[in-house]
Nanobody
Framework: VQLQASGGGLVQAGGSLRLSCAAS????????MGWFCQAPGKEREFVAA????????YYADSVKGRFTISRDNAKNTVYLQMNSLKPEDTALYYC????????????????WGQGTEVTVSS
């Protein structure tokens, strides 16, 4: 499956962004999806994940209550709504797909998008 992330940009602290990740090539609803981020000089880390149906979601503690992951299987797209953004959210955000059940770890994912950059100014 091919993944194309978009929606990143520059936003002030406290603002919002919505990231999108469009999938193509395979049956989207067969894949659980996740978002990861990598800040400059740091390891890539888990942000959020959603099950194939969208019925189950999981979040990193650092984004709980601020970010919401969702999906539209009819549009082959997964979203990450990011509210109350903080400067520490600045990172390159990647979407990923797994043939398994919803997952939190990089090694569990089979396909990765190219990343979209989010910069939060203070």
């Amino acid at each position: 499956v091919q993944l194309q992330a978009s929606g990143g940009g520059l936003v002030q602290a406290g603002g919002s962004l919505r990231l999108s990740c469009a999938a193509s090539g395979r049956t989207f609803s067969n894949y659980a999806m996740g978002w990861f981020c990598q800040a400059p000089g740091k390891e890539r880390e888990f942000v959020a994940a959603i099950s194939r149906s969208g019925g189950s979601t999981y979040y990193a503690d650092s984004v709980k209550g601020r970010f919401t992951i969702s999906r539209d299987n009819a549009k082959n797209t997964v979203y990450l709504q990011m509210n109350s953004l903080k400067p520490e959210d600045t990172a390159l955000y990647y979407c990923a797909a797994t043939r398994g059940v919803v997952a939190r770890y990089e090694y569990e994912y089979d396909y990765w998008g190219q990343g979209t950059e989010v910069t939060v100014s203070s």
